[in-house]
């Protein structure tokens, strides 16, 4: 704060001038702009002050500044005519008694603390010198006179005055420097004196300019990052939606089908050294998995993502003879296992495998001697039919006529033509049921008197035929043909659809005692019809009258249709069947044929 009389420096915390004891509050114009109260000479270009907020700590301080007692104020003195000139008010101020400084340490007038090498006391202005204080009645001098200076004293009386906390920033000059970094406030200890209003503004002006600067950076810098999670917010959307029309276009979003995965295969062993396939089939939970083979049906529930099936390779076994075209060039039967998936509304979707199931198929080797061709004609029904092979353990069969072998490996038979024309005849050894070795014979038989036209002639007995007594059929295809009667017989072989049939005898069950194959066997009399007796069973020469004439099981247009003739085939008639039908006998079986197409 600059002083108005004498235009000394002094800090804003001081109420009186330090070097004239001038007040520093008194005689200021409210109405002046940015004055405060107070009156201010226009302020010089000070030199920076020796300590300001920067540089002043507490330790800077007097440690009785705040502690010290301070004496009553005095009562001011009446107001004096102020002097017209500073000069004047300076003089006066001089010719006044100086008590005399007590201590050094607090002002010998009033008692308020003193700051050492301070001239004037900051509480009541009186001036001291520390070598005129010798005695107490210069104390008591200055104490009780007044102060001539050329100001007006108070209309009221002062209160104490409250000093500002001295480390405060505000007590101090600004440092503009520093305002340029943007590290204090904008508003400077002068920011009212004249002509710095401008100036100031300009200077606070230019520092918000600048202390701007790092907030646009920040903010740039947040605008970047939230642009990058954006992109990559958008890059895993993109993904996922990507990732679900995949999924859709596969049949796994959304897809009415209950299989979420190709099934797989694993053979392995079980326990006991037997072959295993592991079938894994993968269905959405809830789901069923349904698994078919021969007679054994499972289900199961999936209740995670799969189901597996333990099966046995022994399951896969043909129950039944396996033509050896099935066969792959290894010998093994390729099998495709039967297994489902049921979903949740009851519909069913088979499992597709892309490669089967190779089941091996023992061989065994199997030499026929007689015949040694494979195709020839005979004018006698008997056939000789001899050969050998390498598996004593084996069954052999002539057609469905089972052969006995003996300990070498060896087998005999004579199978019996009943037709005449062109027959395929069968040779298998067989194992566990189904086929493993096979040899197939084509022979033309003529029979001398059905080609010389003798009719009426009684239809001769094939050789094992032994006590028959009746001509019967098979009304249906694959009758069973046991070795005792009743269906606890083993089943030997079966009976084609109007195959002919020399029935024995008859018991009181329906099971009718037959000749089959050089021997005897038993057939349900469900499953045959009788033709006549044998006594009384005769044929004549015909053939077949237009081509491509339906053959058929039974005297109806129907009926299944067996055979399909062409013109001119010879054929035997046996009789009338009524309603335009002719029984006749081809083939070894009993069939029947529109009347109109046959010429007799």
């Known amino acids: 704060m600059v002083c108005k009389n004498c235009g000394a420096k002094n800090e804003d915390y001081l109420e009186y001038c330090e070097k004239c004891a001038a007040p520093l509050n008194e005689g200021s114009s409210a109405n002046q702009p940015g004055s405060f109260g107070r009156s201010f000479v226009n302020s010089p270009k000070w030199a920076k002050p020796d300590f300001n907020a920067n540089t002043i700590s507490e330790s800077d301080i007097p440690s009785d500044y705040f502690s010290a007692p301070k004496a009553a104020e005095p009562e001011a003195a009446p107001a004096q005519q102020a002097s017209a000139h500073p000069q004047a008010s300076v003089q006066a101020a001089q010719q006044r008694p100086r008590p005399a400084q007590a201590g050094g340490t607090s002002c010998p007038n009033c008692g308020a603390s003193m700051i050492s090498g301070q001239r004037f006391c900051n509480s009541c202005g009186a001036r001291y010198e520390a070598a005129a204080v010798s005695s107490a009645a210069a104390a008591s001098s200055v104490a009780s006179s007044a102060w001539t200076g050329s100001y007006s004293a108070p209309s009221a009386p002062r209160q104490a005055i409250k000093y500002a906390d001295p480390i405060d920033d505000r007590m101090f000059s600004y440092d503009r420097t520093e305002e340029a970094r943007g590290e204090r406030p904008s508003r400077s200890r002068n920011a009212n004196a004249k002509g710095s209003s401008a100036k100031g503004g300009s200077s606070r002006g230019k520092s ?138 009851g519909e069913s979707e088979d499992i597709v495998f892309e490669q089967p ?21 005979v004018t006698s029904p008997a056939v000789e039919i001899a050969g050998m092979v390498g598996d004593t353990t084996v069954s052999v069969f002539v057609g469905d006529a089972a052969v006995p072998v003996d300990e070498t490996g060896s087998f005999t038979y004579t199978y019996n033509l009943t037709e005449t024309g062109t027959v395929s005849l069968n040779v298998e050894a067989r194992k566990n049921g189904y086929a493993i070795a096979r040899k197939t014979f084509t022979i033309e038989y003529t029979n001398n008197a059905a080609a010389g036209g003798n009719t009426g002639a009684a239809a001769a007995a094939p050789s094992n035929a032994g006590d028959a007594v009746a001509i019967y059929y098979a009304t249906d295809d694959g009758v069973n043909v046991r070795d005792i009667a009743g269906t606890s ?112």
Not at 291 to 303: L, Y
Not at 508 to 528: H, L, M, R
Not at 564 to 587: C, H, P, R
């Open 357 to 377: 199931i190779h089941v091996p198929i023992p061989t065994i080797d199997m030499t026929v001697t007689s015949p040694n061709t494979e195709s020839f004609s």
């Open 208 to 345: 918000g300019a600048r202390t701007a600067k790092p907030a646009s950076r920040k903010k740039r810098g947040s605008l970047n990052i939230k642009l990058m999670a954006m992109i990559l917010g958008g890059v895993v959307v993109a993904g996922l939606l990507i990732f679900g029309i995949i999924k859709l276009v596969s049949g796994g979003l959304f897809s009415g089908s209950a299989v979420t995965d190709a099934a797989t295969i694993e053979k392995t062993t079980s326990a006991t050294g037997d072959t295993v396939y592991n079938i894994t089939t993968y269905a959405k939970k809830g789901s069923t998995v349904r698994f078919e083979g021969g007679s054994i049906e499972r289900e199961e529930p999936v209740t995670g993502k799969s189901v597996t099936f333990a099966i046995p390779e022994q399951l896969w076994i043909p129950g039944e003879p396996v033509d050896p075209d099935m066969l792959a060039a290894d010998g093994t039967l390729p099998v495709y296992p039967d297994i489902s998936v049921i979903n949740k509304k």
């Open 489 to 600: 017989g083993n089943k030997i072989g079966t009976l084609s659809l109007s195959e002919k049939v020399y029935v024995i005898s008859a018991d009181s069950n329906d099971w009718y005692k037959i000749a089959y194959n050089n021997g005897e066997a038993y057939v349900s009399g469900g499953y045959i019809k009788k033709v006549s007796d044998i006594a009384s069973y005769t044929t004549t020469p015909a053939t077949i009258k237009g081509d491509d004439i339906n053959i058929r099981s039974a005297a109806s247009s129907d009926a299944e249709r067996v055979e399909q003739l062409a013109n001119g085939t010879a054929v035997s008639f046996v009789k009338d069947a009524g309603n335009g039908w002719s029984m006749i006998e081809y083939n070894n079986k009993i069939l029947f044929v529109s009347t109109q197409y046959l010429q007799k």
